[in-house]
């Protein structure tokens, strides 16, 4: 019998990367599973990927009336369901001093505003047992040079994660954070990046990574199921996946 057979899921920004990774992980187990987009072209690619047993749907997490709209669609398509991933991210790296209202209002939008209201929205909806990873990352501590606006919007991010695992305690939901590195995900992370710029930032993601290399995204996208379906006395934490990064070690020089 697969693992999470009966088992239902929704993927906020599941069509590609990490998100399509742990959409692929709980179907090949048995599980239903509802992903959501933004883009046209990963919504129809993510449709031949995923195949029959995933429900696609476009979605713009920043946007209160899309949100609510998605909560009926997952109730007509579900019912009720046991784990929500709220994947869907964005990221600009800029100084502090170059960072615009728009850009400010971008991240914060899908980053903490997307993750909050959708929560709000389907957490009613979840069966007791159930499990909510919120996808944060190794910046939401620290204080990297031009992420900013990105590291407070996940460093938001965790602080919900918390609040929320308080708060959903009586409907015997569990709430974490699973905090990744550099990532081999198409976009790494960073929407709109040149290739050149993807390879300097691959490069610098290798040397300054305790354990020399990027993480895959299986196993990125393995830590968030294990956080939504078998942490079963887990509940506020953080996990990094991040190769040591924010741990602060050290590689050991010959």
């Known amino acids: 019998m697969s693992k999470y057979a009966g088992k239902k899921a929704v993927v906020i920004g599941g069509t590609h990367g990490i998100g399509q990774t742990i959409a692929k992980g709980l179907l090949a187990e048995g599980a239903e599973v509802l992903v959501t987009g933004y883009n046209e072209k990963n919504i129809e690619a993510a449709k031949t990927v995923l195949g029959a047993n995933a429900h696609v749907v476009r979605s713009d997490t920043s946007d209160l009336g899309a949100i609510d709209l998605l909560g009926k669609t997952v109730e007509e398509k579900l019912g009720q369901f046991d784990y929500l991933f709220l994947n869907a991210g964005t990221a600009v790296l800029e100084p502090f001093s170059i960072v615009t209202e728009e850009s400010f209002d971008r991240q914060f939008n899908i980053n903490v505003k997307g993750a909050f209201f959708t929560t709000k929205r389907l957490a009613p909806l979840m069966r007791e047992g159930g499990g909510i990873v919120y996808t944060s990352s190794v910046a939401d501590e620290g204080g990297t040079p031009g992420m900013s606006v990105f590291s407070a919007s996940k460093a938001a991010g965790i602080s919900l994660t918390k609040v929320f695992a308080s708060e959903l305690l ?10 990744p590195g550099f990532t081999d995900t198409p976009s790494m992370g960073v929407p709109g990046l040149s290739d050149e710029e993807k390879k300097g930032f691959s490069d610098l ?5 305790p354990m020399r290399r990027h993480a895959t995204m299986e196993e990125v996208a393995g830590a968030a199921i294990y956080l939504a379906a078998d942490a079963t006395y887990t509940t506020g934490a953080r996990l990094p996946v991040d190769g040591g990064l924010g741990a602060g070690l050290s590689y050991p020089e010959a």
């Open 205 to 209: 993601g290798d040397a300054i990574t």
């Open 170 to 179: 009586p409907q015997k939901i569990r709430v974490n954070a699973v905090s």
